[in-house]
């Protein structure tokens, strides 16, 4: 690699006498003041507005709140304060969410401010890692890219494990590169605690990055061959017992005396972390899930949408991650092109920056080809998991090639990704109808501007270099920042959501809902908990000047703001699914939950102390509203799922005779309730459908055969302490 850079990229040098594998880069002086405008910037970004998403995903937030009241609860992760049943992932995630409303309370902000915090720590991370080996200029190119990764602006926002799960993920690469440089064994030990952590956060999504970081140590340490191999055996050590610790302890607890794990059919960890959450997800044999893939389709991914090489860049997908991805991935053969000619160890500079470019790389590919071709759940909001990858491989991949430009390969290379990156944002620009037609164009004219002037622009000065770099820049990272904007200034509620603005072709979830594919749009949703907090109103978000709501044919859907069949509230275009919000004190629908009237938060709250359960109600999603608007613990039988049999009518009737249990909520009439998990599924409706789905049936069938109807505010109550025989 050439040693003269401009100061643009200031490339690290050997320091001497600590040996070459040991970099410093002398910091410029715009560094300090660059670093922590990209912080705060982050920071404004993700906390813009953040309370106008409520209770974002309102299963989590009843997890949270339950965690927040009771330590049980806040250790296996319950749905709810009476530790009924655990949600469908592991906890970790969970745990800074309810230290926050433990020390501050429960609201929106108190849940959402630490997922936020996570997005700033992840970009100061992925900052400090790829400035080691490439300077202050890549790094702060790849920190600005993943904080306007509009899926990245979305879920650092949200309530969803991903956040965490990214943070660790970064952390993870960042321990694995720090370890390369000089076969470091405390840094590998630390990276098998960050996966460790995220296996916690979302099961074996964690393990994903594994096979490549694990391969490029065994290859690329520079140590010998035995103590390479002993290493990678500790920090495997050290995941286990970073990841495994609360396992054993869930499934060494009896079961009689801890909650029932969501989404498992045999109440079991293990089950459900290796079927439904884990291999599940890969073959589409998910049980517990009536959604699931293999429910036909093209290319194999059944319900899920089509599988493939392009489904990260096709329909609304793209938009959420895909922007920079093509780059990304010529920026990766360019930079290995370049420093492959270094020795195979890393003891030298250019070693470190090829086992740097291996590292990102390699996680990026092997995460883009599981998602790719994977046939169960999927969703868009998963892509974030690249977002780091794809950030880290654009700064270090610009550094390099921007080195070596007096090169014309390397040149042309530059100029060539610069004029591809401006063309794709074109094209993903232009599948939101009407959205900011006037940026497409200045984003094509000025990215193809930028990069014919690019090869010749040195000869005109280093001012028109830096103009032309500037211009380019801001051509590539225009179309992902105006989603990111959209996205911030747009409430985000329920269980499947997206960034950005509603696109033609726009898929929200599994096929066959509301007439299938190429059938009518789906209905939009609003989501519990408004910015008030506990019992605020529901609300949906507003769309962008000139992009109306998408079906997944591309047609419009309902106007925002009006209503629909159910009672469901128009929301932004993401959140799809019909029927998301029942009328006042409603039933709630398939991802979302009910509207809670004042008739039956005071009915809930009244003598609730009395009750393990102020309430039961079928659907994870309608209890948590109910359990949030009146901070009483209220059972969801079933699950999210409603396939999960928990609990039984012989367990239900014992808690009724015993006392335990007020009110059950009906589903008035409706099917209401959850399918296909935390994440989004099938409709199947509380409890009917999947293995172990009967029990909700029973339950309601006994109920209704047992005790009166009440109405209540709109919604169907039974008093379970009043038989009616």
Not at 359 to 366: E, K, M
Not at 409 to 414: F, K, Q, R, W
Not at 686 to 710: M, S
Request: aromatic share 8%; proline share 6%; charged share 10%.
């Amino acid at each position: 690699m050439t040693t003269a850079a401009p100061s643009l990229f200031p490339v690290p040098e050997a320091r001497a006498g600590t040996g070459a594998g040991r970099r410093a880069v002398a910091r410029p002086r715009w560094e300090l003041p660059s670093l922590a405008g990209l912080l705060i910037a982050t920071a404004v970004l993700l906390l813009w507005d953040l309370g106008s998403s409520g209770y974002a995903n309102s299963f989590y937030s009843a997890a949270v709140q339950a965690g927040s009241e009771s330590w049980k609860a806040f250790f296996f992760g319950s749905s709810d304060a009476g530790n009924s049943i655990t949600v469908d992932k592991p906890p970790a995630a969970l745990w800074p969410m309810m230290l926050s409303v433990r020390l501050f309370g429960l609201g929106a902000w108190q849940i959402l401010v630490p997922q936020a915090l996570m997005g700033v720590a992840t970009t100061g991370v992925l900052y400090a890692a790829v400035r080691r080996q490439f300077g202050p200029g890549a790094a702060l190119l790849s920190g600005a890219a993943f904080a306007l990764t509009p899926v990245a602006a979305l879920m650092f926002r949200f309530n969803n494990p991903d956040a965490l799960l990214t943070l660790l993920l970064t952390v993870t690469v960042y321990c694995v590169l720090r370890a390369l440089d000089g076969a470091r064994t405390k840094w590998l030990v630390w990276a098998g605690v960050a996966v460790g952590l995220a296996f916690l956060t979302k099961t074996l999504q964690a393990f994903v990055i594994l096979p490549p970081l694990a391969l490029l140590y065994a290859v690329c340490a520079p140590t010998g061959l035995r103590r390479r191999l002993g290493q990678l055996l500790l920090a495997g050590l050290a995941m286990v017992v970073a990841g495994g610790w609360w396992v054993a302890i869930v499934e060494l607890w009896p079961a009689s005396s801890r909650p029932y794990i969501g989404g498992s059919q045999n109440n079991s960890f293990l089950e459900l972390t290796l079927g439904y959450n884990g291999l599940g997800r890969i073959n589409g044999n998910e049980t517990g899930s009536v959604g699931g893939g293999g429910r036909g389709g093209g290319g194999g991914g059944g319900g899920w949408g089509e599988t493939g090489i392009d489904r990260l860049f096709s329909g609304n997908i793209g938009g959420q991650i895909a922007w920079l991805l093509p780059a990304a991935l010529v920026l990766l053969v360019a930079g290995l092109v370049i420093t492959w000619r270094a020795r195979r160890a890393t003891d030298s500079l250019d070693g470190m920056a090829r086992a740097a470019f291996l590292a990102w790389g390699g996680s990026l590919l092997i995460t883009a080809v599981v998602f790719s071709y994977m046939q169960g759940i999927f969703h868009e909001y998963y892509t974030v998991a690249l977002a780091p990858f794809v950030a880290a491989v654009i700064g270090m991949g610009v550094a390099v090639l921007w080195e070596e430009r007096g090169a014309a390969a390397a040149a042309i290379t530059l100029s060539g990704t610069l004029a591809l990156t401006a063309v794709w944002s074109f094209v993903l620009l232009g599948r939101a109808t009407g959205y900011l037609p006037w940026l497409r164009w200045a984003v094509l004219v000025g990215g193809l501007l930028a990069a014919a002037a690019l090869p010749f622009a040195a000869r005109a000065g280093r001012r028109m270099l830096q103009a032309t770099a500037a211009l380019g820049v801001a051509a590539a990272l225009a179309g992902p920042f105006a989603y990111c904007l959209t996205t911030v200034s747009t409430a985000h509620t329920g269980s499947i959501v997206t960034a950005g603005p509603a696109v033609a072709g726009g898929r929200g979830g599994p096929g066959g809902m509301m007439g299938g594919p190429g059938g009518p749009g789906e209905m939009l949703q609003g989501g519990p908990g408004g910015p008030g907090g506990p019992g605020g109103a529901q609300q949906g978000g507003t769309l962008p000047q000139g992009a109306a709501p998408q079906g997944r044919d591309g047609r419009g859907g309902m106007p925002q703001g009006q209503g629909v069949p159910g009672g469901a509230v128009a929301g932004r275009g993401g959140e799809r699914f019909g029927g998301g919000q029942g009328g006042p004190g409603g039933p709630g629908g398939l991802l979302n939950g009910a509207r809670v009237s004042a008739e039956a938060k005071k009915a809930l709250t009244t003598d609730a102390d009395d009750y393990t359960w102020a309430a039961a109600a079928i659907g994870s999603q309608n209890a948590a509203s109910y359990q949030l608007a009146s901070g009483a613990p209220v059972m969801p039988i079933g699950g999210f799922n409603g396939s999960d049999p928990s609990p039984t009518l012989e367990q239900f009737q014992t808690y009724v005779r015993d006392g335990k249990i007020h009110w059950f909520i009906g589903q008035g009439g409706t099917t209401g309730g959850s399918t296909g998990g935390a994440e989004g599924g099938m409709p199947g409706g509380g409890g009917r459908g999947g293995p172990g789905g009967g029990a909700g049936t029973a339950i309601e069938t006994w109920v209704k055969a047992t005790f009166k109807a009440t109405t209540v505010g709109g919604a169907t109550f039974y008093d379970l302490t009043a038989p009616t025989t």
